[in-house]
């Protein structure tokens, strides 16, 4: 998470912090900035030798071995100890910021290696209750750990607890071993976050030594010049760095660390001073304000927050209100942390039930919306979870019944009839052999009930609205020739073909709300290099249909009347281009156009035309000058 704009905190040690499972290092790096001003491991062994008077130590040379090379009659603890405190040495914004975090979690757990009480400064300063003090080496559980240690002492312990030389360190990490014992618990059980430290501290390769195989993940916030490159040999130790500029005096890490703070302890009240510059504008680009957005809805406060704030967004025009709730939905929906309550189970929490039900009482249950719900639908068409799709077959039922919500009928259709892995009918390309469809003992009523066609959503362009386009779809799909050596009873499949074609207007219709448009799905109901990218199901029905009526002269009258009075656009064609190419004479049918209103109809100009050019030869005066008439109109 983009705790600020300069450092992005990774999520599970956030997480870790939320359950109460971290524990802060704090090193020497946070007393280097004023009133601290203290001094680095290196520049102390520096200093203990100007005041012992031998040659300072020279570059790369191992400090902690150096200083226990220190005269015998030179007390280096002791002085240690006392450039360590003094009247003019104080906390700084560090101190104070890291004192803030932990007090922030649930329980304080501080191990420093520092010998000042700058953080017990700090904490006092600030009215903070770190807990318990411990000093090295009566140090306590590891897995068992709360409070503030001083794991190599302080300043008021005695010399010969401080651990400052290569012998106290070999002491307390490697003969006597109690400060690799208690570091090996503490690693396994907790989280650990280093502040203050560096790659070259020699604390760190001793620290090294607590770290096992079993070792919870561990951090370190370390500054850009820091890293240098050095992140994969952090990496390497087991260590992930938390970057971060060293401008200004590290002004960044305060920052964060202030930041990781505020957002350990936000609430209601929090949220709501900061969330609505957030939200008011959409879904942000700001990798900051987008974190923390994020970060607010993973809490029930907070998404209780994010729903109360967008929907009493005063001022607004409903159409600006309107895009900023969508936009903001369609994120949701797209999210790592959200997108699973959407697709494939119900809410856990009492913040994702938050958002699922503003998602069912602000978007369904408004007629405004209807068209963004049914975007919602195509989005989610190929994997809803059960949860939600339970609930929305509920909310929308009810809304019709009770509230005569009539304009959920096109949500009804999709939800009921071709949502996948709900009420879709399952793909069947591969276990249905073609040989199936003709055969006799399968009636077309069980055929039709397996082979049902449902809608297949397609998201809009942009700038084209927010309503989905829809158009049929089928479970079966693998088209073979019918030739004239094929064995089936064509009856049958005539009553296969003409139930589909029924089912699939009646769900085109009730998605679109008003009559279907057939001409673009099939060009030409005849054979035609028109339909020569049509090789769905619904093309041959036609085909079968069509066939079978040019086929079955005693039947035309019967088929054309009852293919007329359905309500599919294909039917209705069909039945003109039986017409066609019927025995009625040419009077006929002209006629029947005129007293249909059907010349000039866009859907079915193709058939109407073929009507014309059938009927041309033979028509007679009369025809024509109406048709010339009705033209010129």
């Given at each position: 998470?983009w705790?600020?704009a300069?450092?992005?905190?990774?999520q599970?040690?956030l997480?870790?912090a939320?359950?109460?499972?971290?524990v802060?290092f704090v090193?020497?790096?946070?007393?280097?900035?004023?009133?601290?001003?203290?001094?680095?491991?290196?520049q102390?062994?520096?200093?203990?030798?100007?005041?012992a008077?031998?040659?300072?130590p020279?570059?790369?040379?191992?400090l902690?071995r150096?200083?226990?090379?220190?005269p015998?009659?030179f007390?280096?603890?002791k002085?240690?100890?006392?450039?360590m405190?003094?009247?003019n040495?104080?906390c700084?914004?560090?101190?104070?910021?890291?004192?803030?975090?932990v007090?922030?979690?649930k329980?304080?757990?501080?191990?420093?290696?520092?010998?000042?009480l700058?953080l017990?400064?700090?904490?006092?300063?600030?009215n903070?209750?770190?807990?318990?003090?411990y000093?090295?080496?009566?140090v306590?559980?590891?897995?068992?750990?709360s409070g503030?240690?001083?794991?190599h002492?302080?300043?008021?312990?005695p010399d010969?607890?401080?651990v400052?030389d290569?012998?106290?360190?070999?002491?307390a990490?490697?003969?006597?071993?109690?400060?690799?014992?208690?570091?090996?618990?503490?690693?396994?059980?907790?989280?650990?976050?280093?502040?203050?430290?560096?790659?070259?501290?020699?604390?760190m390769?001793?620290?090294?030594?607590?770290?096992?195989?079993?070792?919870?993940?561990?951090?370190i916030f370390l500054?850009e010049?820091d890293?240098?490159?050095?992140?994969?040999e952090?990496?390497h130790?087991?260590?992930t760095?938390?970057?971060?500029?060293s401008?200004?005096?590290h002004?960044?890490l305060?920052?964060?660390?202030?930041?990781?703070?505020?957002?350990?302890?936000l609430?209601?009240?929090a949220y709501e001073k900061?969330?609505?510059?957030?939200?008011?504008n959409?879904?942000p680009?700001?990798?900051?304000?987008?974190d923390?957005a994020s970060a607010?809805l993973?809490?029930a406060?907070g998404a209780?927050?994010f729903?109360?704030?967008?929907?009493?967004?005063?001022g607004?025009?409903?159409t600006v209100?309107s895009?900023?709730?969508?936009?903001?939905?369609?994120?949701?929906m797209?999210?790592?942390?959200?997108?699973?309550?959407?697709t494939?189970?119900?809410?856990?929490?009492?913040?994702e039930?938050?958002?699922?039900?503003?998602?069912?009482?602000?978007?369904?249950?408004?007629?405004?919306?209807?068209?963004?719900?049914?975007?919602?639908?195509c989005?989610?068409?190929s994997?809803m979870?059960?949860w939600?799709?339970?609930q929305?077959?509920?909310c929308?039922?009810?809304?019709?019944s009770?509230r005569?919500?009539?304009?959920?009928?096109?949500?009804?259709?999709v939800?009921?009839?071709?949502?996948?892995?709900?009420?879709?009918?399952s793909?069947l390309?591969?276990?249905?052999e073609?040989?199936l469809?003709?055969?006799?003992?399968?009636s077309?009523q069980?055929?039709?009930l397996?082979?049902r066609?449902?809608?297949?959503?397609?998201?809009?362009?942009?700038?084209n609205?927010?309503?989905?386009r829809?158009?049929?779809?089928w479970?079966y799909?693998?088209?073979?020739?019918?030739?004239?050596?094929?064995s089936?009873?064509?009856?049958?499949?005539?009553l296969l073909?003409?139930s589909?074609l029924?089912?699939?207007?009646?769900?085109l219709?009730?998605y679109q709300?008003?009559?279907?448009y057939s001409?673009?799905?099939?060009?030409?109901?005849?054979?035609?290099?028109?339909?020569?990218?049509v090789?769905?199901l619904?093309?041959?029905?036609?085909?079968?249909?069509?066939?079978y009526?040019?086929?079955?002269?005693?039947q035309?009258?019967?088929l054309i009347?009852?293919?007329w009075?359905?309500?599919?656009?294909?039917?209705?064609r069909?039945?003109?281009?039986?017409i066609a190419?019927s025995d009625?004479d040419?009077n006929?049918?002209i006629?029947?156009i005129?007293?249909h209103?059907?010349?000039f109809d866009?859907?079915?100009?193709?058939?109407v035309y073929?009507?014309?050019?059938?009927?041309?030869p033979?028509?007679?005066e009369n025809?024509?000058?109406?048709?010339?008439?009705?033209s010129?109109?």
């Amino acid at each position: 998470m983009w705790i600020t704009a300069d450092v992005n905190i990774p999520q599970q040690l956030l997480d870790a912090a939320a359950k109460d499972e971290v524990v802060f290092f704090v090193g020497a790096g946070v007393s280097f900035n004023p009133p601290s001003n203290l001094p680095s491991y290196e520049q102390l062994a520096t200093k203990l030798a100007e005041e012992a008077d031998e040659p300072l130590p020279h570059n790369g040379e191992q400090l902690d071995r150096f200083i226990g090379m220190l005269p015998d009659n030179f007390n280096a603890h002791k002085r240690t100890k006392d450039l360590m405190r003094g009247d003019n040495i104080h906390c700084n914004s560090t101190h104070e910021a890291i004192v803030r975090l932990v007090s922030s979690v649930k329980t304080p757990r501080i191990v420093t290696t520092n010998y000042d009480l700058l953080l017990e400064e700090a904490a006092q300063k600030q009215n903070c209750d770190l807990g318990r003090s411990y000093y090295g080496p009566a140090v306590p559980i590891g897995s068992d750990f709360s409070g503030l240690l001083y794991l190599h002492g302080s300043v008021d312990s005695p010399d010969r607890e401080i651990v400052l030389d290569d012998r106290d360190f070999a002491r307390a990490y490697l003969s006597e071993g109690w400060a690799t014992r208690f570091l090996l618990k503490l690693f396994e059980t907790y989280t650990v976050v280093f502040i203050g430290y560096s790659f070259g501290d020699v604390i760190m390769r001793y620290l090294a030594l607590g770290i096992s195989s079993h070792a919870r993940p561990r951090y370190i916030f370390l500054s850009e010049e820091d890293m240098n490159g050095r992140d994969n040999e952090w990496q390497h130790n087991g260590i992930t760095p938390i970057a971060y500029p060293s401008a200004n005096k590290h002004c960044a890490l305060v920052r964060a660390i202030n930041a990781w703070a505020d957002h350990m302890s936000l609430d209601y009240n929090a949220y709501e001073k900061r969330l609505p510059g957030i939200i008011e504008n959409g879904v942000p680009k700001d990798a900051v304000d987008l974190d923390y957005a994020s970060a607010a809805l993973s809490t029930a406060e907070g998404a209780q927050c994010f729903v109360d704030i967008i929907e009493r967004k005063e001022g607004q025009e409903e159409t600006v209100k309107s895009k900023i709730k969508r936009e903001w939905l369609s994120w949701l929906m797209s999210s790592d942390a959200l997108r699973e309550v959407f697709t494939e189970r119900g809410p856990k929490t009492q913040n994702e039930k938050i958002l699922l039900d503003w998602f069912l009482v602000d978007f369904v249950q408004k007629p405004e919306e209807r068209d963004f719900v049914l975007y919602v639908l195509c989005k989610l068409q190929s994997s809803m979870s059960d949860w939600l799709f339970e609930q929305l077959h509920e909310c929308v039922s009810y809304c019709i019944s009770h509230r005569d919500r009539r304009d959920l009928i096109p949500v009804f259709t999709v939800l009921m009839t071709s949502m996948q892995g709900h009420s879709a009918p399952s793909v069947l390309d591969e276990f249905i052999e073609p040989s199936l469809l003709y055969n006799s003992d399968i009636s077309p009523q069980i055929l039709s009930l397996i082979i049902r066609p449902y809608l297949k959503l397609t998201a809009p362009f942009r700038g084209n609205g927010i309503r989905p386009r829809a158009e049929i779809a089928w479970p079966y799909d693998r088209i073979e020739e019918i030739d004239n050596h094929l064995s089936f009873d064509m009856k049958k499949m005539a009553l296969l073909a003409e139930s589909s074609l029924q089912r699939a207007s009646a769900l085109l219709q009730a998605y679109q709300g008003e009559n279907e448009y057939s001409c673009l799905s099939r060009p030409s109901i005849e054979p035609s290099d028109q339909n020569l990218y049509v090789s769905d199901l619904q093309s041959m029905f036609v085909d079968i249909l069509r066939d079978y009526a040019h086929g079955h002269k005693d039947q035309q009258d019967s088929l054309i009347y009852r293919w007329w009075n359905s309500e599919s656009a294909l039917l209705k064609r069909l039945a003109i281009n039986t017409i066609a190419f019927s025995d009625w004479d040419a009077n006929r049918k002209i006629t029947w156009i005129f007293e249909h209103d059907y010349l000039f109809d866009l859907d079915a100009h193709h058939e109407v035309y073929m009507v014309l050019k059938e009927a041309a030869p033979s028509m007679g005066e009369n025809s024509k000058k109406n048709i010339l008439r009705i033209s010129e109109e």
